[in-house]
Structure formats: C-alpha cells, structure tokens
Nanobody, 120 residues
Framework: QVQLVESGGGLVQAGGSLRLSCAAS????????MAWYRQAPGKQRELVAA???????NYADSVKGRFTISRDNAKNTMYLQMNSLKPEDTAVYYC??????????????WGQGTQVTVSS
C-alpha cells in the first residue's frame, strides 16, 4: 500500500509564509512526477505547482514568484514554500504523485489534504 501524507497547513496573515510537506511511504519502487493542487470552497481543484523526478518545475500563473516547489528524492518527500500569501490562496491543498509501486504498476495517488487559511 502507498500513502501520501501532507503536513504544514494552518492559519496565517496575509503576507506571511507557510511550508507544506508531502511524504510518500509504503511499497514504493520509484516516485515520478509530483504536484500540489488546491481547492477553494465552491471552486474546482486546480494545479498549483508540479515537479518532475529530475527537478523540472512549473507553476500556476497565480503563484509564480511567490511559491517554490521542491523535492527530496532520497526521502520521497515534496515541499511547497509559500511566501507573500494572499487571502485568495485560502484552500485545501492536496499532494499528488505518480508512483511506481513494488508491483511495478504506475499509479497516481492523492493525499488527504491540508487546510491553508490566509486572513486579511
């Protein structure tokens, strides 16, 4: 079984910072592309940032210059450093990863989500 566990969410004032973590565990052969998504109340889930196993990244226009995605392949862990947070960044943030499990099947997994609330 493979699990993704997020941590680091919370309540912060506008202009503040938070760092999210997502750790993959279980019967993993390799972790490929990883990404952060978010879903605000009444809105569709949207891609925030993504990173390949080689470290190539891409970001939603709304977070460019403020958020930084990174990963530690040795720990099967991904991070999202969020700076200059705005109230519109308030959402549940989800970790997503493409993982090759011990049966060599490539599957996409989701974390349970972590709430980020930015007060004005």
């Amino acid at each position: 079984q493979v699990q993704l566990v997020e941590s680091g969410g919370g309540l912060v004032q506008a202009g503040g910072s938070l760092r999210l973590s997502c750790a993959a565990s279980g019967r993993i052969f390799s972790v490929n592309a990883m990404a952060w998504y978010r879903q605000a109340p009444g809105k569709q889930r949207e891609l925030v940032a993504a990173i390949t196993s080689g470290g190539s990244t891409n970001y939603a226009d709304s977070v460019k210059g403020r958020f930084t995605i990174s990963r530690d392949n040795a720990k099967n862990t991904m991070y999202l450093q969020m700076n200059s947070l705005k109230p519109e960044d308030t959402a549940v943030y989800y970790c997503n990863a493409e993982i090759q499990n011990s049966n060599y099947a490539n599957l996409r997994y989701w974390g349970q989500g972590t709430q980020v609330t930015v007060s004005s």
